[in-house]
């Protein structure tokens, strides 16, 4: 809902009688949360101070003895919510603390605006465009749980190769094998109208949208693609976009994830970011250089690429994202960049019209499990310092990298195998993304605390389905 300041806002509020104001925010690992007030309880003090809220329970936040927090709407960020049976108007949040007034470090949303500010404060650029492709899948059943003698999961699609021989009486087959779910027309592809609906539910909030289509595993996996924009607005439509799919498929019956590999031998999900800097109107990607790139443009590329280790550590942040980065299911694993290889990294698109306008990076490594808002402030962050540092990305690698003779891989960097590797790499690297206050260090030592925690749940402390089958007879 367009408006032009917090008292036109509510003067909305009254006359489109809406009759709750839902207040959200994004806790520390990207997590949309929210508060209900009756509308009548809204007034211009809630987008000037704030409303005030306990945030001890809030994921890697506030301790108990120090809990009390303070929500300060962006009046900006207003849309009425599609899924409420209440007429309802959702309000994004910045999070502030109520003794110093002052924004909280650890609020995701402010990490990215500090990141925009600083990216200003350089003089390097004015704007930074992104557009992320968030992949997803659709399933009709999912089932999993961890107890002390029991641990499983069990997932389930209609569409998927391994159902061709149930009893669906009838079973009509029309089911997508292993690695052949692109593009199929119905009835292969059974979930047409509800991405649809999804895209058609996106529109009406006022989210713009390019295209939606199967994606490449065979079990109802999916994108939805967006419409490029400055890079906070974009932060808060992909999260109103996993909102959408999400609700969208339970109200059709189905639940969507946004896991990165949740199916065993078939392609994960990713989200594929395209980017570019912008000053005074202008794009400062385009150039004569390689793909038509600026020197600025390889230079952000190198900073990408030299910090991408640590960089992982917020656009692939779970166990489960490694699971994805491997060879073999076209995942983007290696360090390099290329205007043809999907395997690199770093990719040129070039089937799009080659203008000034249009030249960017699509960085391909990160997936949707990420925390959006701290994920684009990061990779801002990493490609300014390759700017600032004037770094050499090197040669380009237009050549088939599965196909390469072992030679030429072993000298080819790749990502890390695992989320521990990315978070020691975070450890040692990270002073690029402290500067200008960007990321303090009670936010990251907070954030690698709360990873190592997982990773020593999942891989360290609870035993795995298959390890039963390799070693119950040892």
């Known amino acids: 809902m367009e408006a032009g300041s917090p008292k036109e806002l509510l003067e ?24 209900t007030m009756p509308a009548h309880q809204i007034g211009e003090e809630a987008f000037s101070y704030g409303i005030g809220f306990d945030g001890s329970s809030i994921r890697g936040w ?33 999070i502030y603390d109520p003794k110093t007034e002052e924004p909280y470090n650890r609020d995701p949303r402010y990490i990215l605006k500090k990141a925009v500010e ?8 004015d704007t930074a465009y992104f557009g992320p492709e968030a992949e997803f899948f659709i399933f009709n059943n999912v089932r999993f749980d961890q107890t002390m003698n029991n641990g499983f999961y069990f997932i389930d699609s209609d569409e998927a190769v391994w159902n061709m021989g149930r009893d669906e009486q009838p079973n009509l087959g029309y089911k997508i094998r292993k690695k052949e779910g692109y593009f199929p027309l119905p009835p292969s592809d059974q ?73 065993f031998g078939d392609n994960g999900s990713g ?15 385009y150039g004569n250089k390689y793909a038509n790139l600026s020197d600025l443009a390889l230079n952000y590329i190198a900073g990408i690429l030299n910090h991408g280790p640590a960089l992982l550590a917020f656009t692939n942040p779970t166990t489960n994202s490694y699971k994805r980065l491997v060879p073999g299911f076209e995942a983007p694993v290696n360090l390099v960049y290329s205007a043809r290889n999907r395997s690199a990294s770093i990719r040129i698109p070039v089937a799009v019209v080659n203008t000034p306008k249009t030249r960017r990076i699509e960085f ?5 499990s990420c925390n959006v808002y701290t994920a684009f402030a990061a990779m801002i962050m990493a ?30 960097p790749a990502v890390p195998a695992n989320l521990t590797k990315v978070l020691d790499a975070l450890e040692r690297d990270h002073a690029w993304l402290t500067k200008g206050g960007v990321f303090d260090e009670d936010f990251l030592q907070a954030y690698i605390s709360y990873k190592r925690a997982e990773v020593e749940q999942i891989v360290n402390q609870r035993p795995h389905p298959y390890e039963f089958v390799l070693y119950y007879d040892c």
């Open 364 to 368: 391909r490594t990160p997936d949707p």
């Open 191 to 263: 979930f047409q109208d509800l991405r649809s609906e999804m895209l058609h539910t996106l529109e009406k909030m006022g989210i713009k949208t390019e295209k939606h289509h199967h994606e490449v595993a065979n079990a109802g996996q999916a994108e939805i693609n967006l419409v490029v924009d400055e890079v906070l607005r974009m932060a808060d439509k992909m999260q109103l976009y996993k909102y959408v799919v999400k609700n969208v498929a339970r109200q059709a019956g189905f639940t969507a994830t946004f896991m990165p590999k949740p199916i």
């Open 12 to 35: 909305k509020i009254k006359s489109e009688n809406i009759e709750f104001v839902d207040v959200r925010f994004t806790d520390m690992l990207g997590t949309m949360q929210h508060f």
């Open 383 to 412: 490609g300014l310092d390759g700017i600032q540092n004037k770094m050499d990305p090197g040669e380009p690698c237009d050549f088939n990298l599965y196909e390469a003779p072992d030679e030429v891989k072993a000298k080819i």
């Open 118 to 125: 600083y990216m200003k404060s350089t003089g390097i650029a």
């Open 271 to 285: 989200m594929h970011t395209h980017q570019s800097l912008w000053k005074n109107g202008q794009n400062l990607f």
């Open 62 to 94: 506030k301790a108990i003895n120090e809990s009390d927090m303070i929500a300060r709407l962006d009046y900006k960020s207003a849309y009425i919510d599609p899924f409420f049976q209440h007429k309802t108007l959702a309000v994004i949040a910045d």
